[in-house]
């Protein structure tokens, strides 16, 4: 018994060529203003420039192209195309510094307002609270200087803590 899989795999195999051939080949056949496709007497699709030279149906195949245009078009049309390149690099790394300046900021209020709160806790618990003079002396917060503090502790919060 003949198995012929391998000969129709081949054959499919080649098809596919010709035809991804024959796509890759459609710009430059576009170029040539006529376009011929036909049958070929292996049942393949052909396309050319040129009607076959021996006595098969060729069906001629309009092809649309765009107008060329002119240096002087061409030169405006890439110099646009150049400027709104530029603006638009101008604007994604505008974009990127705002994005990068706003995170920053954002980090910077959270550290604060952990700080913030840290000290209030501190104000807030520990019974006595100094601080440290210039002379390495500790000065000891009355009630009325402790009550100040823990209220500008509490701005602090509310100004960092809130945004």
């Not at 012929?4 to 890759?24: C, G, W, Y």
Request: aromatic fraction near 6%; include cysteine.
């Amino acid at each position: 018994m003949h198995n012929d899989k391998p000969n129709r795999q081949s054959e499919m195999k080649h098809l596919t060529l010709i035809f991804v051939m024959t796509l890759a080949a459609l710009p430059l056949l576009s170029q040539a203003g006529q376009v011929y496709k036909w049958v070929d007497e292996n049942g393949n699709t052909q396309f050319s420039q040129f009607p076959p030279e021996n006595e098969q149906k060729a069906e001629q195949i309009k092809v649309k192209t765009q107008k060329s245009m002119n240096s002087g078009q061409s030169k405006e049309k890439l110099e646009s195309m150049r400027q709104k390149l530029l603006e638009s690099s101008v604007d994604r790394n505008t974009e990127n510094e705002e994005e990068k300046l706003d995170k920053e900021k954002a980090e910077l209020m959270a550290q604060n307002c952990d700080k913030a709160k840290q000290r209030l806790r501190d104000l807030e618990n520990n019974g006595r609270i100094y601080k440290t003079l210039e002379n390495g002396e500790r000065h000891w917060f009355d009630v009325k200087e402790r009550a100040q503090a823990i209220k500008a502790a509490r701005g602090q919060v509310t100004e960092f803590c809130s945004k």
